[in-house]
């Protein structure tokens, strides 16, 4: 599941619910929302080592992409490169997400950067 967007696109994505989704090998992520999205896959950016700086604060204005309001439930993925990646802007963080019932499998942990009002409930992710 991808939820993208960068600096400059605006918009706003919102009210989405997510139920019963299986996922078997997923390359990188298995849920991912990333607002800092530059045209490259997730498998590109890791292996190019790019970096975005999400600590600069930048000022909100209708270009500002906002991502809320989303539901995720009933997920299972046997298999990933990374659980998830949640990555906000800091003016502008990825907010009111609900995770409940979600089981991951994946090489690497789930990172959240520039977020707020994430709720998880029976989430468990098995690193492998």
């Known amino acids: 599941m991808r939820f993208k967007s960068t600096r400059g696109r605006g918009g706003i994505v919102e009210n989405i619910f997510i ?3 299986t996922m078997t090998d997923i390359a990188t992520d298995a849920i991912t929302f990333n607002m800092y999205y530059g045209g490259k896959s997730v498998a590109e950016m890791l292996a190019d080592g790019d970096n975005p700086d999400n600590s600069t ?6 270009e500002t ?3 809320r309001h989303i539901d995720i ?3 299972v993925c046997n298999g990933a490169g990374r659980a998830m990646e949640f990555n906000g ?3 502008m963080p990825i907010e009111d997400i609900t995770l409940e019932n979600v089981q ?3 090489k690497k942990d789930a990172v959240f950067t ?3 009002d994430v709720k998880k409930k029976n ?3 098995v690193v492998k």
């Open 19 to 21: 139920d019963d989704v």
């Open 57 to 62: 604060k930048m000022p909100v204005t209708e």
């Open 65 to 67: 992409p906002i991502f």
């Open 73 to 75: 439930r009933n997920v």
């Open 89 to 91: 802007l800091p003016e």
């Open 104 to 106: 991951i499998i994946a």
């Open 114 to 116: 520039n977020y707020k």
């Open 123 to 125: 989430v468990n992710i």
